[in-house]
């Protein structure tokens, strides 16, 4: 295939998106059944009765919280564990199994154990978000430590650089910095899922319970109205990370 | 001579000797790689050293770099015994070590700038060895955009602008297109000769050891040890015209590859057999 500019990708996206828009549309007069397929117009009436309302602006702020703390908690437990598991191949051996384990893991399936164990309050929801998010920063941070950098460590001490921590960040934490971002990446995606399932079956609260809830309510419209901000807030955030990851990267 | 005669040398190594151990067991093998090494260089000289690969040079110079730790013996730079890299030495490596991350002028700096020289007089300095380098257009150019050849004079850069009287430097131009290196030679003997900093130079190109030389020390294959210190008696400036032609060059040359030749063989019957 031969390579696309930047405007072409853009045009390509925006004629299928009203190419999409338009069969939706269509389909749904014709189907002419709004709990099954409401119509495209009917979502923006429904999404702009959310905006108004208030009602979507207070949800996204109580989810956008609740993932940023999970995903600050996340990475910090993630950089400890990766550090002690690129560290020390004993910890590597003990620990790897069950973090492979909670990788391939729901994190639905865990949500009784977080429930019984950590109730349904905002601590528990960000443990919901941690168990999703935590594995792919700790896999990132001990496989982009354990690549060692030695001879550009070998160049900083031999101009001067000193003691491990320095070492540490201005050499291999910055050598390490593209696989840690995406590992950064893909924890962000999952914490996104974390996030709406905490919100849908811990307790309802956030996008997730609004969606959980006009679905119950059989308002389908609205319930559309409400993933479409859930997905464009993954996206966002994934973009946002891809970002400063082609900004650090060198080639 | 009178002067030479009182003047502190740049490098003194007593007796020094190093052992690798394979692992981090305490029983596990070790490897002599250095056999006692004696070795005196002066001030401003340019010494090159050869010998069969394996021998311990990289060994040797990390040594006198204090990148790496000697066992015994003693190894005093500018009359005080070292342990810790140091300003007044400066190394170029044989992969350029450069920050894939850092822009040409950021790696030049990196010395300065950690050594907490202000930015401007860091920028200031590291501006003089680029252009010095030919390579004031590919300031802010990263390293994977540059050829090898461009690479190792950023390394070159980096090394002059510390300011150090002392160049260490591991086969540098081995990783170098032949006929680049032919240039970066000359670049090298151009700034040596202006500036008459002592030069340790490995390689393992016999003509690049006789060319560059005041003398070539030859090491004998592990353990490592001085084989011969062979005085280069070759006029100078040696840019601006070719010695190889000169009869020195072939007879120097000669010798050392006979002293040389002598090892690989037995190297390779040993491994034969
Ligand atoms: N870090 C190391 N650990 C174990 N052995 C090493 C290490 N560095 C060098 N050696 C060994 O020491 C000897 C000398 O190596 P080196 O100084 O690299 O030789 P040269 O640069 O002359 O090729 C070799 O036998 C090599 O295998
Ligand atoms: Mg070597």
């Given at each position: 295939?031969?390579?696309?500019s930047?405007?072409?990708v853009?045009?390509?996206q ?28 009917q979502?923006?009436a429904?999404?702009?009765d959310?905006?108004?309302?208030g009602?979507?602006?207070t ?79 700790m ?15 070998d ?20 050598a ?24 849908t079956?811990l ?5 997730g ?8 309510m ?27 990851e ?6 | ?14 007796g020094v ?22 070795l ?15 021998c311990?040079?990289?060994?040797l ?8 730790q000697?066992?015994?013996?003693e190894v ?26 850092k ?37 802010d ?12 004079r ?29 240039l970066m ?5 151009r ?5 008459r ?27 490592g ?6 005085d ?42």
């Amino acid at each position: 295939m031969k390579k696309r500019s930047k405007a072409q990708v853009r045009r390509d996206q925006i004629v299928g998106l009203v190419i999409f828009l338009s069969v939706w549309e269509i389909a749904a007069r014709l189907l002419g059944n709004k709990l099954v397929l409401p119509s495209v117009s009917q979502i923006l009436a429904a999404l702009g009765d959310l905006i108004a309302s208030g009602e979507l602006i207070t949800a996204m702020a109580e989810s956008i919280w609740l993932l940023i703390v999970g995903l600050i908690v996340s990475t910090i437990l993630g950089f400890v564990l990766g550090a002690l598991v690129a560290r020390s191949r004993t910890a590597y051996w003990m620990l790897n199994p069950y973090f492979s384990a909670l990788f391939a893991t729901p994190t639905i399936a865990l949500v009784p154990l977080v429930l019984v164990w950590f109730g349904f309050g905002f601590p528990g929801r960000v443990i919901v978000v941690v168990l999703a998010a935590v594995v792919p920063i700790m896999f990132s941070v001990a496989s982009g430590l354990r690549d060692d950098p030695k001879d550009l460590v070998d160049v900083a001490r031999s101009f001067g650089v000193t003691g491990e921590l320095q070492l540490l960040y201005r050499v291999r934490v910055r050598a390490a910095l593209p696989v840690l971002l995406a590992g950064l990446r893909l924890a962000a995606g999952r914490g996104v899922v974390g996030m709406a399932v905490a919100e849908t079956y811990l307790r309802l609260g956030g996008i997730g319970g609004l969606i959980k809830s006009y679905g119950s309510m059989f308002q389908t419209d609205y319930v559309f109205a409400s993933i479409l901000p859930l997905s464009l807030l993954g996206i966002a955030i994934v973009s946002v990370i891809g970002r400063i990851e082609r900004r650090l990267h060198w080639t | 001579m009178k002067d030479s005669d009182v003047e502190v040398p740049a490098i003194q190594l007593r007796g020094v000797r190093k052992t690798f151990r394979l692992s981090e067991d305490r029983n596990a093998k070790t490897v002599l790689a250095l056999d006692g090494i004696d070795l005196t260089i002066r001030k401003g000289e340019f010494l090159t050293i050869i010998g069969p690969s394996g021998c311990g040079k990289t060994t040797l110079l990390r040594i006198m770099a204090s990148l790496e730790q000697h066992d015994e013996g003693e190894v005093i730079v500018e009359g005080e015994p070292v342990s810790e890299p140091g300003i007044r030495r400066a190394m170029v490596f044989q992969t350029f070590g450069l920050f894939p991350w850092k822009t040409v002028i950021d790696n030049v700096t990196f010395p300065l700038t950690v050594r907490k020289f202000p930015a401007d007089e860091a920028r200031n300095t590291a501006m003089k060895h680029i252009r010095r380098v030919g390579l004031e257009r590919f300031v802010d150019a990263y390293p994977h955009q540059l050829s090898g050849g461009m690479q190792q004079r950023v390394g070159l850069a980096r090394a002059l602008s510390t300011g150090a009287d002392i160049l260490l430097m591991d086969e540098p131009f081995g990783a170098i297109d032949a006929q680049t290196r032919e240039l970066m030679q000359e670049e090298l003997l151009r700034i040596w000769d202006e500036e008459r900093k002592t030069v340790i130079f490995i390689t393992h190109d016999l003509d690049e050891a006789v060319l560059l030389a005041d003398r070539v020390l030859l090491m004998s294959r592990g353990p490592g040890r001085v084989r011969e210190l062979i005085d280069v008696d070759l006029p100078h400036p040696r840019f601006e015209y070719d010695v190889r032609g000169h009869e020195n060059f072939a007879k120097v040359r000669g010798h050392i590859w006979q002293q040389l030749r002598n090892d690989l063989v037995q190297q390779r019957e040993e491994e034969a057999s």
